[in-house]
């Protein structure tokens, strides 16, 4: 009787890991799985390394790098998700794995996890304190508006800017959904802040959808960029029942894209009744101030005497009072004459004392200062040369040949003409 075992095929240990590793990937060429990250590691060369779990079982799981950096979204532990990928094996540890190169959120129940989770950890950082948002400018010049070129939010909120007050917008175009939204929005945010002539608020808008619609709103990036902003930023995302992250961290949150328009900016034609109201007020109190102050003024004159009488009483006292100081100066007059006549008699004789010592002084000061004039200078041989208007030729340098000049003399000046200069 053969021996059983010499029937069965004998194979190497890398022949059955080969062959079980081909029935693996032609039975489950393509899979898509269900279950929470497990245990992720990042490997320096890029490659994510990690398991998928449920109540009941793991999955190994790997992402190369390539495939990681292409997907949607960046797994986390303790995420649920659905892989996308084909299942293989790893002969080295007799395992088998999926290859991952597709990955999405599993349901809203996982998002809204996630959601919370990270609304807790920006939270303890400070990012959504009441203290550190700014105010909205009363009246901006100039608003920035981050959000798609195309659809009816940026239409509707330029209307509505339109028919309140119309100003200067900028608008920094973006994606609002998908997997590079998040990045645009949070570089157009950037962006605006780094501009030398700022806007003086941004109004980051999108319309509704669903939470995996409005996530790029959730993510941290957008979020601290918002926080960060030192413009003031108005979240205006989806709906009124919609709540992203990003309402949180900006300064004011709208319900709608147009309320963040109406926000922004107040109402012209409102601001212009109100001017005119508080001008009419103005008016009508400096009217009333004017009127009490007349009556007040009236009520004075009434009280005031007659000016014709007033006039005629002090004109009489100015009378007597100019009545009375003639005949007192008339006395001090006579007076004083006796006493000046006795001290002119004293003083005439020192007087011409005085006169003839100050006529000797000054003859002497005339006889020394003609002896300094350069008349006397002139006398004894000497002469000055000037120009033509009588401006002094201090120098030779100061000459020019064949120029016309005045030589003065102590008894007349002469004309000459400069032919050398040595």
């Known amino acids: 009787m053969i021996p059983l075992t010499s029937i069965l095929p004998e194979y190497t240990v890398t022949e059955l890991s080969l062959a079980l590793k081909r029935m693996v990937e032609m039975g489950f060429s393509r899979v898509r799985v269900r279950g929470e990250i497990s245990g992720l590691k990042r490997h320096t060369s890029g490659h994510v390394y990690f398991a998928i779990k449920d109540q009941d079982a793991v999955l190994d799981a790997v992402c190369w790098r390539g495939s990681f950096q292409a997907l949607s979204i960046t797994p986390q532990e303790g995420m649920e998700v659905i892989a996308l990928g084909k299942l293989t094996t790893y002969p080295g540890r007799s395992k ?16 809204l996890k996630l959601l919370e989770e990270r609304k807790r950890k920006l939270a303890v950082e400070g990012l959504f304190e009441e203290g550190r948002k700014k105010p909205l400018p009363f009246l901006p010049q100039t608003i920035g508006i981050i959000t798609s070129p195309t659809g009816a939010v940026i239409r509707d909120m330029l209307h509505r800017l339109a028919d309140r007050f119309p100003l200067s917008v900028l608008l920094w175009p973006v994606a609002v959904q998908g997997e590079t939204a998040s990045a645009q929005i949070a570089a157009a945010v950037r962006g605006f802040n780094g501009l030398a002539i700022k806007p003086d608020v941004l109004i980051i808008a999108r319309g509704g959808g669903s939470l995996e619609d409005l ?25 009124e029942t919609d709540v992203t992250l990003v309402d949180f961290a900006a300064d004011k949150r709208a319900p709608t894209p147009t309320a963040a328009a109406e926000f922004a900016v107040p109402v012209r034609s409102q601001l212009m009744q109100t001017l005119q109201h508080y001008g009419n007020q103005l008016l009508n109190h400096i009217q009333n101030k004017l009127s009490l102050h007349e009556s007040r003024l009236e009520a004075l004159r009434r009280g005031l005497p007659s000016l014709e009488s007033w006039l005629n009483d002090n004109a009489q006292k100015l009378d ?34 005085i006169i003839d010592k100050a006529t000797q002084r000054l003859d002497t000061l005339i006889q020394l200062l003609d002896s300094y004039s350069y008349a006397r200078t002139l006398e004894r041989g000497f002469a000055f040369v000037t120009e033509e208007d009588q401006s002094l030729i201090p120098s030779k340098s100061k000459t020019v040949i064949h120029h016309k000049v005045h030589i003065h003399f102590y008894d007349g000046v002469a004309k000459a003409e400069i032919l050398e200069v040595e």
């Open 96 to 111: 088998y794995q999926i290859v991952v190169d597709g990955m999405e959120h599993a349901g809203e129940g996982a998002l």
């Open 215 to 239: 996530w790029a709103f959730n993510e941290e990036n957008v979020v601290r960029a918002v926080a960060e902003s030192q413009i003031p930023v108005i979240s205006a995302v989806g709906h």
């Open 320 to 353: 007597d009072l100019s009545e009375r100081l003639t005949n007192a100066n008339i006395r001090f007059l006579q007076s004083q004459n006796v006493n000046l006549d006795h001290i002119v008699s004293r003083l005439a004789p020192a007087l011409e004392n």
